[in-house]
């Protein structure tokens, strides 16, 4: 009974988390002639340019270094060593949707890691390779030439740091299960990694809401960062001067991952009632 209360109480904060998050309409950035406009507002009739390739350039860096440094760590934590079980014991139906999803969320963060190194390493050697046109800021060059990248690089960090979360969570209730502590420690647990998750997501909005210039950003929150990746891969892959195939295939293969492994889960779930 004290681990089924303490699931109640994990399930109904982290849907507060997801109720009290602060949301908005999808909205692109500022276009550049809306913010000339602003400025001229101000007395400035013409904004300064300069070169601010290589401060985009050290902004790729700066999420490339540490998302490889997740990766790294995803592989033992969740690839080369089990979740502890407890034999003889019968696991909840909580628990059970844990250790069942442990796997996908482990391969789905640490692939999304390695799409931010990818992405990142191939923005650098272009803005490295090439002669960049003068920009007023280094959001206005990212926004200009890069928006596609950025979005993705940022998106997929935050998917990835998530999911480590999850995974770190998830591994730390079930030792403390097994360890056959008692229920204030099980709650400690319990709300470090409930406060964790609620700071994570609250961070993420607030850096969102920000944006780059004037303000203005991709949205209020998380989802309409992940809206604005999503918006522009799709626009890039069905362009008509160069039509994405394999952007195509892989948006679709990221469909059926989300599908396949939400009705996977679900059929785990009906055949464990069903033994019971």
Partial sequence: MIIDYHQRIFLTLISLISILSPSTSFKLPLPLTQ??????????????????APAVASLFNNMKTPASILAGAMVPLGLLSELPKKEG???????TV?????????????FSELLVVMWASVAVNKLTETVVAPAESAWHLIQRDYSLPWSAVNAHFVLGVFGFMMM?????LFLVRMSGANPYTITSVTSAVVASLSLMF???NRGVELGG??????????????RNYIYLLV?????????????????IMFGVTAVSGAW??????????KKE
């Fill in 35 to 52: 913010t000339f406009t602003k400025l001229k507002m101000v007395g400035i009739e013409k904004p300064v340019v300069s070169q601010f």
């Fill in 89 to 95: 014991v019968k696991e909840s139906k909580f628990l």
């Fill in 98 to 110: 844990l250790r069942k999803s442990y796997l996908l969320i482990t391969v789905t963060s640490f």
């Fill in 168 to 172: 770190v969570g998830t591994r730390a």
């Fill in 202 to 204: 609250a961070i993420v």
């Fill in 213 to 226: 210039v004037d303000g203005e950003g991709y949205g209020k929150d998380v989802i309409s960062l992940f």
């Fill in 235 to 251: 626009k890039q892959a069905s362009s008509k001067k160069s039509f994405g195939y394999l952007e195509s295939i892989a948006l």
């Fill in 264 to 273: 996977g889960l679900f059929l785990d779930l009906k055949n464990k009632e």
